[in-house]
Nanobody, 115 residues
Framework: QVQLVESGGGLVHPGGSLRLSCAASGFAFGQYAMSWYRQTPGKEREFVARISHLGTTTAYSDLVKARFTVSRDNAKNIVYLQMNSLKPEDTAVYYC????????WGQGTQVIVNS
């Protein structure tokens, strides 16, 4: 069965960095694009970044472009989100996402950016 497990969240000061990881199992990871979304209380979940199955193509929300980098290691079945120059508005629960005939979501990892 598909499992997506996020990790790496935490509390950082504005301008700091975090690297999130999503460990995937239960499917052919290297055959599927993976995405990151985030959500804050009272708001809709929003797209953050996406990476193609081989890692050759990426897409980003304009809100994070030039600050975040998505990457993947298909040998380890992990997708990463490197988050630099973090802002308070980046505070959210970050979710790993897969579409494979249906939506699959991880449980999320909390990122708090606050002084």
């Amino acid at each position: 069965q598909v499992q997506l497990v996020e990790s790496g969240g935490g509390l950082v000061h504005p301008g700091g960095s975090l690297r999130l990881s999503c460990a995937a199992s239960g499917f052919a990871f290297g055959q599927y694009a993976m995405s990151w979304y985030r959500q804050t209380p009272g708001k809709e979940r929003e797209f953050v970044a996406r990476i193609s199955h081989l890692g050759t193509t990426t897409a980003y929300s304009d809100l994070v472009k030039a600050r975040f980098t998505v990457s993947r290691d298909n040998a380890k079945n992990i997708v990463y989100l490197q988050m630099n120059s973090l802002k308070p508005e980046d505070t959210a629960v970050y979710y790993c996402y897969l579409w494979r005939s249906q939506d699959y979501w991880g449980q999320g990892t909390q990122v708090i950016v606050n002084s």
